[in-house]
C-alpha cells in the first residue's frame, strides 16, 4: 500500500465494527479493516497528525492506529470508575464523542458521567470534555460541562477553542482561560433556537453554527 499522501482519502466506520477509507477521487475503497475485535463497539474516529494516524474511540478505549496498515500503536483509557467528591458515591465515567484537532497534536474526548448504582434522588452529573496530546496519549486539560449530555464536540484546528453541543444548550471554551475563571462565555442559544451543529474555519477565527429552525449563524472568535 502507498503511504498516506492523499488529501482525499475520507474516513468511516460502519456498524459491523469495520473501518474504511475511501478515496474521493475514484469512489475505491483505499484500505478496509475487518479485524478491529479489538475494539468494542466504535463509536467515532478521525484522523490525526495529518492522516499518519486514526483514533478510534470504542466503549473503552480510544484505539491509536497506523492508518497505513491498521495496526494499533497504543491506547488511551476512557472507561473507568472514580468517586464523586461531593458525596462519596462511585461514578462510571465513559467516552461518547471524539473529535481530532489539524494543526496541533491534539484530540478531545467527550466523557459522560452515570453512578454506578443509579439513585432517582441524586441528580445527573455533568459531562467532561478531555483533551490528550495524540503523541504522548497525555492528557493535558479538561473541562466540565453544563449539561450530562455531550451530543458532538469540536475542536478548532489550533487546539485553543472547543464547542461542545449538548443536550440542553451549548458549550464554548477558550482553553486558554483559567479553568477557575467563567469557561462558557458566548451565548450560543436562545429561547427560540438551539444550536444542532456546529464547526471552526480553516483560520480558527470563525464558528459557523447551525440551528434548529434552520439558519446559520456565525460567531466571530477572540
Not at 35 to 61: H, M, P, Q, T, W
Not at 76 to 81: G, H, K, L, Q, S
Not at 132 to 147: H, L, M
Request: overall charge negative; hydrophobic content about 30%.
Amino acid at each position: 500500500m502507498e503511504e498516506f499522501n492523499s488529501d482525499y482519502i475520507i474516513l468511516s466506520s460502519t456498524d459491523n465494527q469495520k473501518l474504511i477509507q475511501w478515496d474521493v477521487k475514484t469512489g475505491g475503497i483505499y484500505m478496509e479493516k475487518e479485524d478491529v475485535g479489538i475494539i468494542e463497539n466504535i463509536k467515532g474516529a478521525c484522523y490525526c497528525l495529518n492522516g499518519e494516524v486514526i483514533a478510534v474511540l470504542s466503549d473503552k478505549c480510544v484505539h491509536i492506529l497506523n492508518s497505513n496498515s491498521g495496526t494499533e500503536i497504543y491506547k488511551i483509557e476512557t472507561n473507568y470508575e472514580s468517586l464523586n467528591e461531593e458525596d462519596n458515591l462511585p461514578i462510571h465515567n465513559f467516552g461518547s464523542y471524539i473529535s481530532a484537532c489539524e494543526q496541533e497534536p491534539l484530540i478531545v474526548i467527550g466523557i459522560h458521567k452515570e453512578y454506578v448504582e443509579p439513585n432517582d434522588n441524586v441528580p445527573n452529573l455533568n459531562s467532561e470534555i478531555h483533551i490528550y496530546n495524540i503523541k504522548t496519549g497525555e492528557k493535558v486539560d479538561y473541562r466540565e460541562c453544563s449539561d450530562s449530555e455531550i451530543e458532538s464536540a469540536k475542536i478548532s484546528n489550533n487546539g485553543r477553542l472547543i464547542a461542545v453541543i449538548l443536550s440542553q444548550g451549548t458549550d464554548y471554551f477558550d482553553l486558554d482561560l483559567d479553568t477557575e475563571i467563567e469557561m462558557q462565555f458566548v451565548e450560543l442559544d436562545t429561547e427560540d433556537k438551539w444550536v444542532h451543529s456546529c464547526n471552526f474555519s480553516k483560520n480558527n477565527k470563525l464558528l459557523i453554527c447551525g440551528l434548529d429552525d434552520g439558519s446559520i449563524d456565525v460567531y466571530k472568535n477572540r
